[in-house]
């Protein structure tokens, strides 16, 4: 069983700052890319920002220069720091993480409950 757990939301000031943290656990034998998604009300969910296991990393143009993802290999941790948080940054955020389970397992790509994040204005 693999479980992703995020944690770090909650209500902010816009300009404000939060830390997002998402952990793997479970039986895994290593990880690949890990992100971030968003889903606001009434829209698709969205990239927000993802790294690869050689820590190369993608954000979405909205997000540039505001959030920066990270992550602790050994914890199996993915992190997203989001600064100067907007309005149109409230949404539900989830953590996702493409694994193998063991040595020879297909990669399979695991999803978070989500969090909820909320910027007033």
């Known amino acids: 069983q693999v479980r992703l757990v995020e944690s770090g939301g909650g209500l902010v000031q816009a300009g404000g700052s939060l830390r997002l943290s998402c952990a793997a656990s479970?039986?895994?034998?290593?990880?690949?890319?890990m992100g971030w998604y968003r889903q606001a009300p009434g829209k698709q969910r969205e990239l927000v920002a993802a790294?690869?296991?050689?820590?190369?990393?993608t954000y979405a143009d909205s997000v540039k220069g505001r959030f920066t993802i990270s992550r602790d290999n050994a914890k199996n941790t993915v992190y997203l720091q989001m600064n100067s948080l907007k309005p149109e940054d409230t949404a539900v955020y989830y953590c996702?993480?493409?694994?193998?389970?063991?040595?020879?397992?297909?990669?399979?790509?695991?999803w978070g409950q989500g969090t909820q994040v909320t910027v007033s204005s």
């Open positions: 479970g039986s895994i034998f290593s990880i690949n890319d």
């Open positions: 996702n993480a493409d694994l193998r389970r063991t040595l020879r397992s297909t990669i399979v790509l695991y």
């Open positions: 790294i690869t296991s050689g820590l190369s990393t």
